[in-house]
């Protein structure tokens, strides 16, 4: 079965740029997306094929996808900003997400 | 706006069952295909399962095959999953999701209901 392979942390300093990294056989040939979760809620996605930002979503994040990996950057990262972030692409029509990353910003 | 509001969950003992519905709205429910996915307490997300727009095509992860049903009533505008055979392990917060049309991904998530299996 598909895999895709995220870092278990990553740690940023306000203001300074954060990326996040998604790791899969060929990933550049599929549609990646990144989703945020903060405790308790639900997650909100905030990438979709690869490096398209929903309304609503600040501009300070992007994506991209090519090879076997896919990148979530975050610029002038922000306290509100921490959060894990989850990548995900599809198999055929099942849905793979990778394992999760916490975003740490200190 | 659109609301996925799931419902459903609680205790359970294992090799019990249990069924879990998620009330759309604010969306034309019956032209979207729609997802479920669950989060075990303190670990990442894990897609279950999926359905087509008119409830015919099904798909469900390994670990659920054979014990979980995924189905759609789109007069309702309601998914439901049906569980049985229910493990420890299947121990999660249980969201309803829509894929967004041309978006492949995930753009409306409900706000989860939780499944405990224990004894």
């Known amino acids: 079965s598909y895999e895709l392979t995220q870092p278990p942390s990553v740690s940023v300093s306000p203001g300074q740029t954060g990326s996040i990294t998604c790791s899969g056989d060929?990933?550049?040939?599929?549609?990646a997306c990144w989703y945020q979760q903060k405790p308790g809620q639900s997650p909100v996605m905030v990438i979709y094929?690869?490096?398209k930002r929903p309304s609503g979503i600040p501009e300070r994040f992007s994506g991209s996808n090519s090879g076997n990996t896919a990148t979530l950057t975050i610029s002038e990262t922000q306290a509100m900003d921490e959060a894990d972030y989850y990548c995900?692409?599809?198999?055929?029509?099942?849905?793979?997400f990778g394992g999760g990353t916490k975003l740490t910003v200190l | 706006e659109v609301q996925l509001v799931e419902s459903g969950g609680g205790l359970v003992q294992p090799g019990g069952s249990l069924r879990l519905s998620c009330a759309a709205s604010?969306?034309?429910?019956?032209?979207?295909?729609m997802h479920w996915v669950r989060q075990a307490p303190g670990k990442g997300l894990v897609w279950v399962s999926r359905?087509?727009?008119?409830?015919?095509?099904?798909t469900y992860a390994d670990s659920v095959k054979g014990r979980f049903t995924v189905s759609r009533d789109n007069a309702r505008n309601t998914l439901f999953l049906q569980m049985n055979s229910l493990r420890a392990e299947d121990t999660a917060v249980y969201f309803c999701?829509?894929?967004?049309?041309?978006?492949?991904?995930?753009?409306?998530w409900g706000q989860g209901t939780l499944v405990t299996v224990s004894s």
């Open positions: 999701a829509r894929v967004g049309a041309g978006t492949f991904a995930i753009d409306y």
């Open positions: 604010g969306f034309t429910f019956s032209t979207y295909w």
């Open positions: 359905i087509n727009t008119d409830g015919v095509s099904t």
């Open positions: 060929k990933l550049g040939d599929k549609f």
């Open positions: 094929q690869d490096n």
């Open positions: 995900q692409a599809w198999d055929s029509s099942t849905a793979v």
